[in-house]
Nanobody
């Protein structure tokens, strides 16, 4: 069974940093892209960032470019989202997801749309507030 599990959320002041983790189970990162999404109260779930199967292709939504960095540790089968210069508008539940190892898309890029992802974690709350 394919699973992803998020961790690392919390309460941080504006301007602060957090690092989220997404651990993959049942498959290896080289066989499926991983995406980070977030959903604020009353809003639709939106894509934040993703990383390709080969680890070299990444994508960021415009609002986080230059502040967030996605990376992965193959030995730990874990993807990270380093979030710096956090703003109150970054407050949301953050989810990681994967299309799974049967994904037939590009090895070098990652799909940005939530509809391409089948396996989702339960989410981790990030609150940016003073």
């Amino acid at each position: 069974q394919y699973r992803v599990v998020e961790s690392g959320g919390g309460l941080v002041q504006p301007g602060g940093s957090l690092r989220l983790s997404c651990a993959a189970f049942g498959f290896t990162l080289g066989h499926a892209p991983i995406g980070w999404f977030r959903q604020a109260p009353g809003k639709e779930r939106e894509g934040v960032s993703c990383i390709s199967m080969n680890g070299g292709g990444t994508n960021y939504t415009n609002s986080v470019k230059g502040r967030f960095t996605i990376s992965r540790d193959n030995a730990k089968n874990t993807v990270y989202l380093q979030m710096n210069s956090l703003k109150p508008e970054d407050t949301a539940v953050y989810y990681c997801a994967t299309p799974g190892p049967l994904y037939s898309g590009s090895y070098y890029s990652c799909p940005p749309a939530k509809y391409d992802y089948e396996y989702w974690g339960r989410g981790t709350q990030v609150t940016v507030s003073s």
